[in-house]
């Protein structure tokens, strides 16, 4: 290679005159290898290398542009949003390790939990709930010219015109996915079969980051020698826009290529650069000064074992993103497996012992279980596909969007459930995460049967009748449609019916028993053996099953249906993955006949709109990480239609009720959606295939309590009702039928004598009156149908007007003390003493709201004088008069109203006022003593515990405390303290201060501990920067360590030493020079250990890998 060519003479080249020997010999270096490459490509091809070779044109393709500036900005918003989201999920898997409840769990339940709030799959409820997924996905219609950086969802449609060559539909499937795990900012795993193109799947996913998306590198590719031409060829064949570098040489030469081409380190000028995992490890000094976008580490089997060097190495880069490509992901060596999840996510997989032991790998539970559960945890971060999926033959799956109606029966039930919670909603603190989740449980009962409400079905005796169908306006389709499907016997067909609720399917196992269909059930509660017998009676090809009943949770995995060719998704899923999955047990290998999909969706209603927000989640997931299949499962990837018609989620087939009765020709239309589908593609492409540049996420949706043109949530317009009077009718009298049916507090009597506003007390004594009363009655909002005149609401509302007996309300509130009410009473001889509550007594430390309880009780006291003073206390002259005649005429004098036609009844507080006190009592601690409350504050200012230490905490305090008792009491302490304690702040800042003196402990010992680990023999070769007596810092320095650097009496213990007793030195020093060098030593390490930034150093490669707890 040295050698010079004769002809070079010749030309006579300016460059290699003044080019040096180094310079020369990787010029020659490059060309030998440039050579053997396109020599070793025609060898493959089958071609003559000394042919001409013809330019190989490509029908498609365009050379595309980039804008470097505006990817410099993409660059830094991308990195910003890469590390909040960090950190947030950091706050999340600690909130999650430091809860006892999650630590109850099984090892494999809190991994899986963990995993799924990592991956984003399962979303945080606490803190700042959705904030994660709005940055994550942010809309470009968000952006501005000022920050025209937007964080769009990623997904490829087609083959991008800087792709040179044409993608299969499995292969942008693959991209989408990756494309995916970058939008969430998680690492993944592609395990995709050997030869289904994960080289090209990966190239594509880097040039739209940077064509399309304007992100640009540099990557990095990490991989085997034998492999890094191919990779180099593979960049330059399919996207030979995209800048890359190989960088491979000898230790000669690798100086000059890194000066020559890996610098300046901030603007590297290739996209791409491959190299080898020997060529990081000698050279990761120069690898780790780069900021690399992606670390795409391909065959990656020298990550294995986490003590690597190589997996070491890598860890330490620099990178945003990692992605492992690998055709044998899933190995007998769990603990190998671990390595790769521990390289994606080093705060998620941190144990590997118990990882091992979860997996239980001594006893022979491996083969059995091991692999199955891995699946689970691996579904989000992994898609593997073998060459067999990806062209199965399946036929394809059509989906059909059912539209229902509620029935009167579910209507008048559903109005009842919106306004029993809109009366708890109404309160001034709002309503709460629980009772939301609760009324759109009940909202959902209510939509699917009436029956699965408490008090909806008639009986006893519960009597299965014609009233299981006709209650329910899904009940009322799904019986025609099983009957249509049942009269076509020679086609054999079968049914799957999919429920979220348990009770649902005893209600449809009762409907199938009464009209003779034979079925099979596997909910949660069915056993092992149930399931494969079922399953086996089921599928069997002589078979008299009609129906399959199945949980989605519980039957959405692990089951093999291919014998049905009908499923009825009855309620959806808030996951729409979970729907999806069970459309998998009949749509899968093994399928011979087309599958048709029904989605019951009640119109109008709650369910609504959980289907739509369910679209959007689906339109972003099932768009880039969606059937992300391990190897094992038995279900097919969709194709590039299939994907679309997911994408749809009904939208093929658009099937209207036009009533509650069900006619034949409504039924058929199920059946014609092949031939309509071709009619409606052209409108519903349109409209279901949305730009991603214009997708919001988090827009605004409609309010889930807007039920016919009346929120329900406000609770105001929900209990006024406007009345149309047929007939005059008194005032007094229409407040009278109104008052049957709840309580009333105004009435407004329009001067026309022909309308009325009524307001009731709650919203159920509304909806009742509104049912039952003789007029028409409508809610009184600006969105219902018929809106009360104008006049009436400015004239006549809130005026003052006279409501006659029975109507009234509340007067001004007056506080009376003690001596008011003993003043009061004793002008009033024979009534009865009024008995007032004893006043409570609220402790700072009990974080009681004690100003609002006291308001409360002060009210209480009040309300109870006034209608003492109404019942018992002369009323005027009159009354007095009337009682100087009766005493004149002997008669008895009671000082009572009792000759009154009608006692008024006692005025209380508000059921809202008397749930607030409820709920601001249960929010105190009462059983905290201030003892107790004094040994708690005492440990956290002294740094001893920290602050989620609750069973160290709970030992301190020392009396029948659980640790959940001492945690609920903390976390109440620290949010509320500074509002109930006074000079709390202070306290506050004692306990931040303490717990940043014990961080900065921590620190030091975890710097110690990284120091003395990276030694071999750190008692002969421990150092320290800078000058001084190495030999006694050592050995102080260790004997610091071994005492856990508790250095009060070093001093005295070191003199005291053999080797120190005669040293004139030693002995002339004070024992508080001791110390003080001590913690010399200690900033010395401290510095060593961290970097500007605050990060900890990873330790040198001659050193061995510390331990989780030193590297944490």
């Known amino acids: 290679m040295t050698t010079m060519h004769p002809s070079r003479t010749e030309r006579q080249r300016q460059d290699l005159h003044t080019a040096s020997d180094l310079d020369r010999r990787m010029n020659d270096l490059a060309a030998a290898e440039l050579y053997e490459q396109i020599l070793l490509g025609c060898v493959r091809a089958g071609m003559n290398p000394n042919e001409k070779s013809e330019v190989e044109e490509y029908e498609g393709y365009v050379e595309p542009t980039f804008d470097p500036v505006q990817g410099d900005r993409v660059a830094a918003a991308k990195r910003s949003q890469l590390l909040e989201t960090y950190c947030e999920r950091e706050n999340i898997i600690r909130n999650l390790r430091t809860s006892p409840q999650h630590m109850q769990l099984g090892s494999f339940d809190r991994l899986l939990i963990e995993t799924e709030y990592w991956t984003g799959v399962r979303e945080w409820s606490g803190g700042n709930k959705g904030g994660n997924n709005k940055r994550l996905r942010r809309s470009h219609g968000d952006d501005t010219d000022e920050d025209p950086v937007g964080f769009d969802i990623l997904h490829l449609t087609g083959t991008p015109p800087y792709i040179r060559g044409k993608l299969r539909p499995y292969q942008i499937e693959g991209v989408n996915w ?67 570098f190989k960088f491979h040489g000898s230790s000669e030469i690798r100086p000059q290529l890194i000066k020559s081409h890996l610098q300046p380190y901030e603007k590297l000028k290739y996209d791409v650069v491959v190299t080898t995992f020997e060529m990081v490890l000698e050279e990761l000094a120069t690898f780790k000064r780069i900021h690399w976008q992606y670390l795409i580490v391909d065959e990656a089997h020298k990550l294995k074992n986490e003590e690597s060097r190589a997996h070491t190495a890598l860890d330490s880069l620099n990178t945003n993103h990692r992605l492992i490509i690998t055709g044998t992901p899933l190995q007998n060596n769990l603990k190998e497996l671990w390595a790769l999840l521990h390289f994606l996510a080093p705060r998620l997989f941190d144990n590997a012992e118990s990882f091992e032991a979860w997996f239980d790998t001594a006893s022979g539970q491996q083969d059995s279980n091991a692999m199955s559960n891995m699946h689970k945890i691996l579904a989000p971060l992994m898609i593997r596909r073998v060459k067999s999926e990806v062209s199965t033959g399946i036929p394809p799956k059509k989906e059909i969007y059912v539209a229902c109606k509620l029935t009167k029966t579910q209507r008048k039930w559903y109005m009842h459930v919106l306004a029993k919670d809109a009366d708890a909603l109404n309160k001034a603190s709002g309503g709460s995460m629980s009772s ?104 069997s090809p002589n078979s008299d099953h009609f129906i399959f009943l199945l949980s989605t949770r519980a039957g959405g995995l692990g089951i093999n249906l291919q014998a049905a060719n009908h499923v009825v998704i009855y309620d959806s899923d808030w996951n729409p993955q979970m729907d999806l999955q069970a459309q998998d047990r009949a749509h899968r290998i093994g399928q011979t006949r087309v599958v048709r999909v029904y989605r019951f969706i009640t119109e109008g209603t709650v369910e609504e709109k959980i289907y739509r927000r369910a679209l959007k989640k689906l339109y972003l997931d099932a768009m880039v990480v969606q059937h992300g299949r391990m190897q094992g499962r038995g279900g097919n990837n969709a194709s590039k239609e299939e994907l679309l018609s997911m994408i749809k989620f009904g939208a093929e087939e658009i099937f209207k009720t036009k009533d509650e009765d069900i006619t034949e020709a409504d039924i058929d239309q199920l059946f014609d959606g092949e031939e309509r589908s071709t009619q409606l593609n052209s409108a519903i492409k349109e409209q279901v295939q949305m730009s991603l540049a214009s997708f919001q996420l988090g827009a605004e949706e409609a309010n889930v309590y807007d039920f016919e043109g009346v ?53 159920s004594g509304a909806i009742e009156a509104k049912d039952n009363l003789p007029y028409n009655c409508q809610f009184a909002s600006k969105d219902a149908q018929m809106v009360v005149p104008k006049e009436m609401i400015t004239e006549y509302l809130n005026v003052g007007e006279k409501l006659g007996r029975g109507h009234r309300l509340r007067e001004a509130i007056r506080h009376y003390t ?182 900065r402990k921590e620190d030091e010992l975890r710097a110690a501990k990284w120091k003395v680990e990276s030694y071999d023999h750190p008692e002969l070769q421990l150092t320290f920067r800078g000058r001084g007596a190495h030999e006694f810092d050592r050995r102080l320095f260790l004997m610091a360590y071994d005492t856990g650097f508790r250095t009060k009496n070093i001093g005295r213990v070191v003199k005291g030493m053999p080797e120190y007793r005669f040293d004139v030195w030693c002995q002339s020093r004070s024992d508080s020079y001791f110390e003080r060098r001590v913690g010399i030593l200690m900033k010395s390490v401290r510095r060593e250990w961290e970097k500007p930034n605050g990060e900890t150093l990873e330790p040198p490669l001659r050193r061995p890998k510390l331990d989780a707890a030193a590297t944490d």
Request: hydrophobic share 35%; net charge negative; with cysteine.
């Open 178 to 244: 990756l494309l995916g795990l970058f939008s969430r900012n998680i690492n993944g795993i592609l395990a995709d079969e050997m030869g289904l193109g994960k080289t090209l799947q990966t190239i594509a996913t880097l040039g739209y980051l940077k064509f399309t998306y304007g992100l640009p590198g540099p990557h990095l590719v990490v991989c085997p020698k034998s492999v890094m031409g191919n990779w180099y060829r593979e960049l330059k064949h399919w996207c030979p826009a995209l800048n890359a």
């Open 436 to 539: 939301l989740t609760n009324i759109l449980m009940n909202l959902r009962k209510v939509i699917n049967h009436p029956y699965m409400m408490n008090g909806g079905e008639e009986g006893p005796p519960f009597i299965t009748d014609e009233r299981i169908v006709k209650y329910s306006g899904k009940m009322l389709i799904l019986d025609k449609l099983l009957h249509r499907l049942q009269r076509e016997g020679d086609a054999k067909h079968r049914v799957l019916i999919f429920s979220q609720f348990t009770t649902m399917l005893d209600i449809l196992e009762d409907y199938s028993a009464m009209r003779g269909f034979k079925v099979c059930r596997i909910d949660g509660n069915t056993s092992g053996y149930d399931r494969d017998a079922q399953m086996a009676a089921f599928n």
């Open 711 to 763: 929120s329900f949530k406000t609770g105001a317009e929900s209990r006024m009702l406007h009345l149309s009077l047929s007939t005059p009718v008194s005032q007094d009298e229409l407040h009278r039928q109104c008052s049957g049916h709840g309580e009333v507090t105004k009435v407004v009597l329009h001067p026309n004598l022909s309308e009325a506003l009524v307001f009731f007390r709650s919203t």
């Open 818 to 999: 003690e001596e008011d009410v003993e003043l009061m009473q004793s002008r009033v001889t024979k009534a009865p003493r009024l008995r007032l509550p004893k006043s409570p007594k609220f402790p700072p430390h009990q974080l009681y709201n004690a100003k609002r309880l006291q308001e409360l009780y002060a009210t209480e006291i009040a309300l109870m004088v006034q209608n003492w003073k109404r019942k018992y206390e002369p009323s005027g002259d009159g009354d007095a008069d009337q009682r100087e005649h009766q005493e004149g005429m002997g008669e008895e004098v009671t000082d009572c109203n009792t000759g009154k036609e009608e006692v008024e009844e006692d005025e209380t507080l508000t059921i809202v006022e008397q749930e607030e006190r409820e709920r601001l009592l249960n929010e105190g601690f009462s059983n905290w003593s201030f003892q107790e409350y004094r040994r708690l504050i005492g440990a956290l200012t002294s740094g001893a515990y920290d602050v989620t230490d609750y069973p160290g905490l709970a030992s301190v305090i020392a009396s029948d405390k659980t640790v959940g008792e001492v945690r609920d009491y903390l976390t109440a302490v620290l949010e509320r303290g500074t509002q109930c304690i006074k000079g709390f702040s202070h306290i506050e800042q004692r306990i931040r201060n303490a717990q940043e003196k014990r961080k």
